[in-house]
């Protein structure tokens, strides 16, 4: 009778041992599933040195098992963007040519690193002063799209000719004061907007400043606009691209009409 139950409990034992075997198997066949299960990763296409605006044309998507993804591991293009479709991260060190690119090794826009990461191949960044009214109410945000019309006074035979006409159209804004596009209110904007004291060195009156990106060639013209006359932006739709041929307005052609 002993001996039955002595079996018995062996028996019990032995199952029980199993099926702890047999789950412990299973969680490390799981493990090593979700182990192996694969991710999509941006790698460098080449080498991408510091300091360069990292876009979709310098990497490839390439699947990786889950246990060799690199912590911020970049997974898509669109971790590249901000929200207007800009390319706005940059790297802070070399990345070499197949490595995984990580958030880690890349910068966004911002007071410490500088706007240059945002200007599009080309361009130049020009800062403009706007008012109230010539900077449609302080509304421009970084990242819209501007026209930039300006207006000069000339001498024809002795009389004053006021003269406006639209000198760019589609311009892009990467910047509004400080506030570079890409990156978060800056802290005297979310003062103004009542969202945090402001520091007492920005408590002094500033002139709002516009940064426009522009072609070299524009930026001789806008700032030779701004020596001789008056400059004006006029706010776009969000995606409007249209860019139609406007004249010259004279005085003359307001009293004619």
């Known amino acids: 009778m002993q001996n039955r139950k002595v079996i018995l409990i062996a028996a ?3 199952v029980l041992a199993v099926l702890l075997v047999q ?3 299973s969680n490390i066949e799981k493990k090593y599933k979700v182990g192996a299960e694969p991710v999509n990763v941006l790698i460098a296409k080449g080498y991408i ?3 360069t605006l990292v876009t979709e044309y310098m990497v ?3 699947p990786f098992p889950r246990n060799f993804v690199s912590p911020g591991a970049v997974t898509s293009i669109k971790q590249l ?3 207007q479709g800009m390319y706005i991260n940059a790297t802070l060190v070399p990345i070499l040519e197949g490595e995984q690119v990580t958030s880690t090794k890349l910068v966004q826009p911002g007071k410490e690193t500088g706007m240059s990461i945002v200007i599009p191949e080309g361009y130049r960044a020009v800062s403009i002063a706007v008012t109230d009214i010539t900077g449609v ?3 421009i945000k970084p990242g819209d799209r501007v026209d930039v019309i300006g207006t000069s006074e000339f001498m024809v035979k002795h009389r004053p000719m006021v003269r406006s006409f639209t000198a760019f159209q589609n311009v892009l804004v990467l910047a509004y004061n400080q506030n570079i596009m890409g990156t978060v209110i800056a802290p ?3 003062a103004e907007q009542g969202m945090g004291e402001m520091p007492e060195d920005d408590k002094q009156e500033k002139i709002p400043t516009v940064t426009l990106s522009l072609t070299p060639n524009q930026a001789q013209k806008i700032t030779h606009l701004v020596r001789i006359g008056e400059i004006q932006l006029s706010l776009r739709p969000i995606g409007e691209k249209a860019t139609p041929e406007l004249s010259v307005i004279d005085t003359e052609d307001l009293l004619n009409n």
């Open 12 to 14: 019990v034992f032995g």
């Open 81 to 83: 963007m901000n929200e």
């Open 137 to 139: 109410a302080r509304l």
């Open 23 to 25: 789950v412990f198997l």
């Open 49 to 51: 040195s510091e300091g």
């Open 60 to 62: 490839d998507t390439k």
């Open 188 to 190: 005297e904007k979310k």
